[in-house]
Nanobody, 119 residues
């Protein structure tokens, strides 16, 4: 069992920045692909960014150039640096850990942290 705890959300003005953190409970964190997803009220959850155990990253087109995902395996923590925030970035942001094997897929979710971009 892996427990994920997000932090760093809050209220920020358009054009501002926030840094989200997600701390994992287990040291095997380093072998999981980590990701950030978000869900706005009444809308489906969407992928924001992922980072593999090898450090490869992937971003949604809507956040490319503004958001940066990173990980610190020694601290079992993944980050999402969000710059140039827009009102449409407002959502609950969820941390995700995923590991797929030939036997099964292991996937865990955090409880979510609210990000509100408004003037």
């Amino acid at each position: 069992q892996v427990q994920l705890v997000e932090s760093g959300g809050g209220l920020v003005q358009p054009g501002g920045s926030l840094r989200l953190s997600c701390a994992a409970s287990r040291s095997i964190f380093s072998i999981y692909t980590m990701g950030w997803y978000r869900q706005a009220p009444g809308q489906q959850r969407e992928l924001v960014a992922t980072i593999t155990s090898g450090g490869s990253t992937n971003y949604a087109d809507s956040v490319k150039g503004r958001f940066t995902i990173s990980r610190d395996n020694a601290k079992n923590t993944v980050y999402l640096q969000m710059n140039s925030l827009k009102p449409e970035d407002t959502a609950v942001y969820y941390c995700n850990a995923r590991r797929t094997t030939v036997v099964r897929t292991y996937e865990y979710w955090g409880q979510g942290t609210q990000v509100t971009v408004s003037s």
